[in-house]
C-alpha cells in the first residue's frame, strides 16, 4: 500500500491543489469581488483599465513586487487609496502573499465604495511571478 501511495503522490498534490483552488474560488462567490486565478488575471494584467494593488508589507514590496503594481500595505489602505486610486469605479486587482490580505482589501475596498475589483486568491505574489507576470527585485 505504500508503494501505491508513493506512485501517486504527485498526482495526489495535484488533485489537493485544484480541490484547494476550487474551494477558494467557492468560498469567495458570496463576496463582492471576483475570485482570480494567475491565469484568469492575466487578462486583467494586459488591459490598461485594470490596476494591481499590492497589499503585502513594505518589507514584502521591496523584495519584488509586479511591474506597474501600485503597493498600499492593507494597514495604510483606508488613510491611502483615495490619493492612488480616485475613481471608484476603476477596475482593481488586489494581490499580496496568500490571498488573505487582498480579500481582506477588498472588503476594505467595498465597504469605502469601490465597485469593480477582484482578488487574486490562489498563489499570490508568487505564483503571479511563477506564471510569468513582469517582476521588479531589488
Not at 77 to 97: G, H, M, N, T
Not at 112 to 128: F, P, Q, R
Request: aromatic content about 8%.
Amino acid at each position: 500500500m505504500p508503494t501505491l501511495l508513493a506512485k501517486h503522490v504527485h498526482s495526489l498534490l495535484k488533485c489537493l491543489g485544484a480541490m484547494l483552488v476550487f474551494v477558494l474560488l467557492t468560498a469567495c462567490q458570496g463576496d463582492d469581488f471576483t475570485a482570480l486565478t494567475p491565469d484568469s488575471a492575466r487578462t486583467a494584467y494586459n488591459s490598461n483599465p485594470a490596476s494591481f494593488l499590492d497589499v503585502r508589507t513594505q518589507a514584502e514590496w521591496d523584495g519584488g513586487h509586479l511591474v506597474g503594481a501600485e503597493h498600499i500595505p492593507l494597514d495604510k489602505l483606508e488613510k491611502s487609496v483615495s490619493a492612488v486610486f480616485p475613481d471608484k469605479d476603476q477596475a482593481i486587482v488586489a494581490y499580496c502573499r496568500s490571498g488573505r490580505r487582498a480579500s481582506n482589501a477588498a472588503q476594505i475596498l467595498k465597504g469605502m465604495g469601490y465597485s469593480n475589483i477582484s482578488v487574486v486568491v490562489a498563489g499570490g505574489y508568487a505564483e503571479l511571478r511563477q506564471a510569468g507576470y513582469p517582476v521588479e527585485e531589488r
